[in-house]
């Protein structure tokens, strides 16, 4: 599973099935189980070329509060609040679960 996170985090462009099979020399049928499994729980998310790095390890890292969890620019959220005079939210789901940080 970490080949094919690795290879959907270094493809701008994104990977297509095949590519992964070829890239992991597994058949394309293994790494179709293994994608379905990743995209419900948004590790991957599927685009106009089929897979792409989601928002699961972002959040994953986040949970477990490390510095590489996402970074996020609090300029426009933050603009945002003041002009509203309310918190504002920033969230991001994965499955079922919305992770989320406020923002003043």
Do not use: W
Request: proline letters at 8%.
């Amino acid at each position: 599973m970490i080949g094919i996170l690795e290879a959907a985090a270094l493809s701008p462009r994104g990977v297509t099935p095949a590519e992964l099979a070829a890239a992991l020399d597994a058949a394309k049928s293994s790494v179709q189980e293994l994608t379905n499994g990743l995209l419900a729980r948004g590790y991957l998310i599927e685009g106009e070329r089929p897979f792409h790095l989601g928002p699961g390890p972002f959040v994953l890292a986040a949970r477990a509060n490390k510095p590489a969890a996402l970074s996020l620019d609090h300029q426009f959220p933050a603009g945002l609040s003041k002009v509203l005079r309310c918190t504002v939210l920033v969230g991001v789901r994965v499955d079922d679960a919305l992770v989320r940080r406020p923002c003043r």
